[in-house]
């Protein structure tokens, strides 16, 4: 009975080591096209964060362009701005005309953060393996 459980503990202890084995041998083979998948995931997610925040830190300004061009035109009469385009006496510049121009100064600010912080995707384009073992550090921290 005793050398019938070593036999059987002794198969048991193989079909394991071979499965881990199989399972070592699978994990080796799909490093390479995991790595991949993670440097490509990541250059794209990088390089769109990258555009839509240098099309936003473009826009940023023309839309607080268009709105100073249209309050800069105003002329002082009476201790009042007049607006030469529809004659509308106002005391200031309108408080939405000044929320466009504060969220424009917002946007243009974050977008500017925005493109200096996603340049991983140069870091990936131009060094991978510096960029892998980076992203590894991080991932231990």
């Known amino acids: 009975m005793d050398e ?15 499965g881990i084995d199989s399972a070592v041998a699978f994990s080796q083979a799909q490093i390479p096209d ?3 998948q993670l440097l490509v995931w990541n250059f794209v997610s990088s ?4 555009m839509v925040g240098l099309v936003i830190s473009c826009g940023m300004p023309l839309v607080a362009r268009s709105i ?10 009476d201790e009042t701005w007049v607006i030469e385009q529809s ?27 925005v493109v200096i912080n996603s340049m991983d995707w140069l870091k ?5 393996k510096l960029y892998l073992l980076e992203y590894a550090a991080s991932l231990i921290k």
Request: aromatic letters at 14%.
């Open 68 to 77: 100073l061009i249209r309050y800069g035109k105003a002329k002082v009469k």
């Open 87 to 113: 004659f509308d006496y106002t005391k200031s510049m309108s408080f939405p005309a000044f929320m466009v121009l504060f969220f424009c100064t917002g946007a243009f600010i974050i977008s500017v953060l």
């Open 34 to 36: 995991v790595v991949h």
């Open 4 to 18: 019938r459980a070593n036999k059987i503990l002794v198969q048991l202890l193989q079909k394991a080591s071979d």
């Open 124 to 128: 990936i384009w131009l060094a991978p």
């Open 47 to 50: 390089a769109l964060a990258m």
